[in-house]
């Protein structure tokens, strides 16, 4: 098993909040956004948002452009890259759970 796909494993499985940040990563293979925009897509408070993208950047899942505000979200290369790997712990662990 690669790091990347345990990294994954544990940030998704492994960790309270999982389904949260799995949630994201979903939303933001389909387009970049910003946190306001995930926490209305994704019905959940902005600090929380905040709180993981802060967890998904230091872990280099996600990176982001722009000021603090209005800061636009988007996949990393490593996890465009190894996007199937998410796909696979999604479709096995998550997709039932939403």
Do not use: C
Not at 51 to 59: F, G, M, P, R, T
């Amino acid at each position: 098993m690669k790091y990347f796909e345990k990294l994954l494993w544990w940030l998704i499985t492994g960790q309270r909040g999982g389904l949260n940040r799995a949630r994201i990563i979903k939303k933001l293979h389909d387009r970049p956004y910003n946190a306001h925009q995930l926490s209305v897509l994704l019905n959940l408070d902005y600090r929380t948002i905040r709180h993981h993208i802060k967890i998904l950047v230091e872990n280099k899942v996600i990176s982001g452009s722009g000021d603090s505000y209005g800061k636009i979200y988007f996949l990393s290369d490593e996890m465009e890259n190894n996007y199937e790997i998410f796909q696979g712990i999604w479709d096995k662990y998550i997709k039932n759970d939403e």
